[in-house]
């Protein structure tokens, strides 16, 4: 797709990169769960990590080949050069960051502590307002009615 003139050679300007905004929380609770121990989750809950983090990591590498495959960049930082929209893209707006989501909630559960999961909310708030918003703000100036059309059939997350 062709870009518009008007959109700098540089990504969109996200409040800080998706993973840190994941990762930081995640040991911070994690952190937590070791100094200021709270009760244990449940051994079911704990099961269920694996599955989750499998296909969190499973949905990160979808993603990864859709990009790798459509030759645009997966660092946010850098200017998209296509609107990806086969693979993962087929089916949510942001595979990357469900992918994400979906593994920090894998890690959390598999943890068995509480603190991660309490700021599971704010990051996902955090990539919601301070990424995803900005990023889908760009995308509509880089890429216009193609992505205004796609907006309009695939959903944010699921």
């Known amino acids: 797709m062709a870009e518009h003139e008007s959109v700098s050679e540089h ?3 996200v409040v800080a990169p998706p993973p840190l905004v994941y990762l930081i929380p995640l040991v911070a609770g994690l952190v937590l769960d070791r100094r200021l ?3 244990r989750l449940p051994r079911a809950a704990r099961t269920a990590g694996l599955p989750v983090l499998a296909v969190g990591i499973g949905l990160l590498g979808w993603f990864v ?3 790798v ?3 645009t960049p997966i ?3 850098a200017a998209p050069t296509t609107l990806v929209e086969a693979g993962p893209f087929a089916h949510t707006r942001n595979p990357g960051y469900l992918g994400m989501a ?6 959390s559960l598999l943890s068995g502590g509480l603190w991660s999961l309490l700021f599971l909310p704010a990051a996902l708030l ?4 301070g990424v995803i918003r900005r990023e ?7 890429f216009g009615a193609s992505y205004g059309d796609y907006r309009s059939r695939v959903r944010r997350w699921i």
């Open 75 to 77: 660092d946010i930082r």
């Open 69 to 71: 495959r459509a030759r």
């Open 102 to 107: 979906l593994t920090y909630t894998g890690i």
């Open 11 to 13: 990504g969109p300007d």
């Open 136 to 142: 889908e703000q760009y995308l509509e100036r880089r």
């Open 126 to 129: 955090a990539v919601d307002r």
């Open 37 to 39: 121990p709270m009760p």
């Open 65 to 67: 080949a859709a990009m």
